[in-house]
């Protein structure tokens, strides 16, 4: 069967479209394609067996077995063949996988600088009162300390990894730069508007009126969050308290772990989709010591083999995490198309989308009625504490993406803007160690306008979902059925042809504030 299946791949990728301007050229561009389909099925199938089963993870060697594939000879080649094709869907294809290439090649060439800082980071020690913490433990141990003096002689206790890890940062966006003026760019953010197909102005323009708009609601929430779920107040908050804060275990024993697989089961169930019976999607929920418990999603072979992971915690953001992989899981599960493209490379955005759709189901008054053991009153505590978790997240997000593109611009004292800017947005108060996170908290590649554009998408399509099918939507088949029909797009559906198909013309932060607004409102007691 998957002989096959290959087969038909193989023909599939070689005869689709019109008949190309080049025909020698799309011969080659098509044997790229089969030979990336081999490399991303072979990353997917290792990260899986790290994540789930602890073995050594060596995707270096992948590369290595397939150096020729991400060549400047090969990113031309597509390159040609985008601008010779006249098929507006093939042209599609092309400049997905031209996107793909130039993100690839990027990475080859940084992949020393990007080892050099992975190493240190998973190396690297931070010291308090002779103690020594591993540096990727840290986060954590910050969320637990409970005393404010202490977490403040911790997060300060970083700086020298942070220094370091700056340095090598600083190098890899150095590199960024002078590879996209070598490839023809006039700068790094050209080269990712062109890659990505839209403006980073515009997605600057809706942070900039989300935070105008939602900053009455957010400083006005703040405090209470804070008072009521931490021992500082707005005098004495700083950014290493928000792990604190967020760490909030008031509401875990209503998300039980024994109960979490049957929580997505059924509620996917009440949409007409039996999880159970999908012989493509495989759920591994064996509790093995090795097995990271984070969930996770691995699209090992688009649509045919689809694997998702999680080693059952309980809690709240246990199930957040089930839920939005989940959103993954289907998207990929129930592709139709053949294409590689649109299988594997699409926008970010666009399955972002759907994992937000399937996480927020957890946030829906009527699901927690329905679904968990909640009084009303602690369900509207729940439902208030999340409308101000989403609200910082999105602001903190909205700060990142203007920062970013100040920074990429070549603005002076970017450490200063960068403290300053999310301090004022998140409403924290100042701390010198906070400039020390200026190169450390960045997306390549504005990775965070993506998100941003699929938490606004994921609002959008919410609202048609629910003008169409009621607020209970996730309990109507139909709405099941089209879900699946969007699906069933795989990633040929780009963030236009989304909008487009729920009657909007553009992405707005409307419906996300209105979300925001309505969770408030709900949840007043």
Not at 138 to 163: C, T
Not at 171 to 189: I, M, R
Not at 493 to 512: M, Y
């Amino acid at each position: 069967m998957r002989i096959a299946t290959y087969s038909l791949l193989v023909s599939s990728l070689l005869f689709a479209g019109c008949a190309p301007h080049h025909p020698k050229d799309m011969r080659a561009v098509d044997s790229l394609r089969v030979e990336t389909e081999h490399l991303l099925r072979e990353q997917a199938l290792m990260g899986y067996n790290s994540w789930v089963r602890g073995t050594v993870s060596n995707q270096d060697s992948l590369y290595r077995a397939h150096r020729e594939l991400f060549s400047r000879d090969n990113l031309d080649l597509v390159t040609r063949a985008a601008n010779a094709e006249s098929d507006s869907l093939q042209r599609q294809r092309l400049l997905y996988f031209r996107r793909y290439l130039t993100f690839e090649i990027l990475g080859k060439e940084t992949a020393p600088l990007t080892d050099r800082y992975t190493t240190y980071e998973a190396q690297a020690s931070i010291t308090l009162d002779g103690l020594s913490i591993p540096y990727r433990q840290f986060s954590v141990a910050l969320m637990n300390e409970k005393n404010s003096g202490r977490r403040a002689a911790l997060y300060a206790a970083a700086d020298p990894v942070l220094d370091s890890l700056t340095l090598l940062a600083a190098e890899v966006n150095a590199a960024y730069y002078h590879q996209a003026a070598d490839l023809g760019y006039p700068s790094y953010t050209d080269m990712v508007e062109q890659l990505k197909g839209f403006s980073l102005q515009n997605i600057i323009g809706l942070a900039k009126q989300t935070l105008a708009q939602s900053d009455s609601i957010y400083f006005s929430l703040l405090p209470e969050m804070l008072r009521r779920y931490t021992t500082v107040d707005t005098t004495t908050f700083y950014r290493y308290d928000i792990g604190m804060l967020f760490r909030n275990p008031s509401f875990d024993k209503f998300f039980p772990r024994r109960e979490i697989v049957g929580s997505v089961q059924e509620t996917y169930r009440s949409l007409g989709i039996d999880l159970v019976s999908q012989r493509n999607l495989t759920i591994d929920t064996t509790d093995r010591p090795e097995k990271n418990p984070r969930a996770a999603c691995f699209p090992v072979d688009v649509p045919e083999d689809i694997r998702l992971s999680i080693k059952p915690t309980g809690g709240f953001d246990d199930y957040s995490a089930l839920y939005h992989e989940m959103g993954h899981a289907e998207h990929y599960a129930n592709t139709a198309e053949h294409a590689l493209e649109f299988k594997y490379l699409g926008e970010p955005a666009v399955t972002e989308t759907y994992a937000f759709l399937s996480e927020y189901i957890l946030c829906n008054p009527a699901w927690l009625r329905q679904h968990s053991s909640m009084p009303v009153l602690t369900l509207k505590d729940f439902v208030r504490f999340q409308a101000f978790y989403r609200l910082y997240y999105v602001r903190r997000f909205c700060a990142k993406v203007i920062y970013e593109y100040q920074l990429h611009s070549g603005a002076k004292n970017p450490e200063q803007i960068y403290a300053s800017l999310l301090s004022r947005t998140l409403g924290y108060k100042q701390h010198p160690s906070d400039q020390k996170r200026y190169l450390v908290d960045l997306d390549a590649h504005y990775y965070a306008a993506d998100y941003l554009r699929a938490w606004y998408l994921e609002a959008q399509l919410n609202a048609w979902l629910s003008k169409k099918y009621g607020t209970n939507w996730y309990e109507n088949t139909s709405a099941g059925e089209y879900l699946r029909s969007l699906w069933a797009k795989g990633d040929r559906l780009d963030v236009n042809g989304l909008l487009a198909t729920i009657g909007e013309q553009e992405i707005s932060s409307g419906p996300w504030f209105t979300t925001i607004e309505g969770m408030l409102r709900l949840s007043a007691h």
